[in-house]
């Protein structure tokens, strides 16, 4: 065979190859190409900034188009730079941390430094994986400059109605002592001791709910209140009122549990009632005694207990009495739901078991 019969077979091989690779390959190559149009489309139509970094170096390799808008740089600027260039120096070593690190998906707040130096609060997510042997870090930055200013603002709020919610807490309390104080005038003026001590009676149940604003006031929870505090301040008030000059103990017992305010106010008034009641009436006839008063959870309930080892009592006159104390435990009772039981027998014993009522449980009810 020729020279020429051997070129011209020869070009009729690559043609025929040519068409063959053309017919074969290209409308793969065509369609692999235009998915890599349509992910870079979508990546670029992503608000959040997205980097491409390689391992270990730091060197960044791709970047889409929110990234360079919001940073003020160009596609083609980006693969000359680091990606320290991009981060504030305190987070240098955290970010080398992440690249060596173990976890392969990490999120943190921090921020991103724009070409002009200005920086962008983001939160930033990095995924970590290989790609033909190779390790990349994915930097999925997310700006946070509204999401800051809300929390702010909200901050902001919320101390606002913490303070109005503080002096409101404090005028109730002082409207109520200027009420017990008036009280207090009356008295003076009246010469009846039966009326004098109704007066005072109504005056320490308004220092009771008193007390409560109070420790509210001074706390700063505004939507709880720690009851066993509460409750031997209650009681020292009530000593000194009623058992001045006289040997009697008033020992408290109680868990550290937190009470909403619409249960500590009856709970209150019922502990002042059962504590009066007995410093006025368990010890006739002595100058001693002891009063104890016990409150801990039981389960999903809370039992206060008031007991003390004076003369005791009829079970069923007080049942039957029209006193307005026991008729208040009584109602006060029912306003938590609760149950009341009680004994004369050596020495009196009241015992109120109610439902836990916590702020937290009206929120999720």
């Known amino acids: 065979m020729s020279d020429r019969d051997w070129e011209t077979l020869r070009e009729k091989i690559i043609g025929f190859g040519e068409k063959s690779v053309r017919k074969s390959y290209y409308p793969r190559l065509q369609e692999s190409m235009a998915e890599l149009e349509r992910f870079r489309k979508l990546l670029d ?15 960044l390799v791709d970047a889409n188009r929110s990234a360079c808008v919001r940073l003020g740089y160009s596609t083609r600027d980006i693969p000359g730079h680091m990606v320290y260039d991009l981060l504030p120096g305190e987070l240098h070593n955290v970010f080398r941390g992440i690249m060596e690190g173990d976890e392969d998906k990490v999120t943190m707040d921090g921020r991103l430094l724009k070409r002009d130096g200005d920086e962008v609060p983001v939160e930033i997510k990095v995924n970590l994986l290989d790609f033909k042997g190779e390790r990349y870090a994915v930097l999925v930055a997310r700006d946070i400059t509204e999401r800051l200013r809300m929390e702010s603002e909200l901050t902001k709020s919320l101390r606002e109605k913490e303070v109005l919610l503080s002096e ?9 002592q200027i009420i017990s104080s008036l009280l207090s005038l009356q008295s003076h003026g009246i010469d ?4 004098r001590a109704i007066l005072s009676e109504s005056q320490d149940r308004i220092r009771s709910m008193a007390l409560i604003h109070e420790q509210l006031y001074r706390s700063g929870d505004f939507s709880s209140i ?5 409750a031997s301040r209650l009681l020292k008030n009530l000593k000194r009122s009623y058992a001045a000059g006289k040997n009697i103990e008033v020992s408290v017992d109680t868990e550290s549990v937190k009470l909403s305010l619409e249960t500590s106010i009856p709970l209150g008034l019922i502990l002042s009632e059962l504590v009066t009641n007995a410093l ?3 010890f006739k006839g002595r100058d001693s005694g002891n009063i104890i008063v016990k409150f801990k959870k039981d389960g999903d309930y809370c039992v206060l207990e008031v ?10 006159k007080i049942r039957n009495s029209a006193s307005l104390g026991f008729r208040l435990v009584e109602i006060l009772t029912e306003q938590l739901d609760g149950s009341l039981t009680y004994s004369g027998e050596n020495g009196g014993l009241f015992r109120i078991r109610f439902r836990e009522t916590l702020y937290k449980d009206r929120l999720t009810n």
């Not at 409101?168 to 109520?176: A, D």
Request: negative net charge; hydrophobic residues 30%.
């Open 192 to 195: 009846d001791t039966s009326c």
């Open 307 to 316: 007991r003390d080892d004076g003369v005791g009592f009829n079970e069923e």
């Open 226 to 230: 720690e009851f066993s505090s509460y």
């Open 45 to 59: 139509c992503a608000d959040d900034a997205i980097f491409l970094v390689k391992i270990p170096g730091g060197e």
């Open 280 to 282: 006025k009436h368990a």
């Open 168 to 176: 409101i807490h404090h005028r109730v309390k002082n409207n109520l």
